[in-house]
């Protein structure tokens, strides 16, 4: 064997040997990922089971909230649709006793004075 094939030997055993220290080193990290990601399963199990006990109570506390408001908006649709009829029932009345006064107090005037005050005679 010539210097150049022994050159050439040794270069493939050492990009072998490389190549075993990168795969033990990828396998180490990946065993190392894993119990990181067991760990976290764990904490989420327990997360999960947390949020289970406060779901319920949550859940009836936001139907609760969902009900009161159904509430408020019906309570003040109503009281919408109240002031809006006593809007249309009192604005003719005061309209009729606008007029009636003015022509309650034309009349008191032309009674004493004798004369309409717009006419100056």
């Given at each position: 064997m010539s210097s150049s094939e022994y050159g050439s030997?040794?270069?493939d055993v050492f990009a072998g040997v490389g190549a075993l220290l990168v795969g033990i080193g990828v396998l180490v990290g990946m065993l190392a990922l894993a119990k990181t990601l067991r760990r976290l399963q764990v904490t989420l199990d327990e997360v999960d089971r947390q949020l289970e006990t406060v779901a319920t109570p949550l859940r009836d506390a936001l139907a609760h909230v969902d009900g009161v408001t159904k509430s408020l908006q019906d309570t003040a649709g109503t009281l919408s649709s109240t002031a809006d009829l006593t809007k249309s029932a009192v604005v003719p009345a005061i309209v009729n006793?606008?007029?009636?006064?003015?022509g309650v107090t034309a009349g008191l005037?032309?009674?004493?004075?004798?004369k309409?005050?717009?006419t100056r005679e």
């Open positions: 030997l040794i270069l006793l606008g007029a009636t006064l003015g005037r032309r009674l004493v004075t004798g309409d005050r717009q």
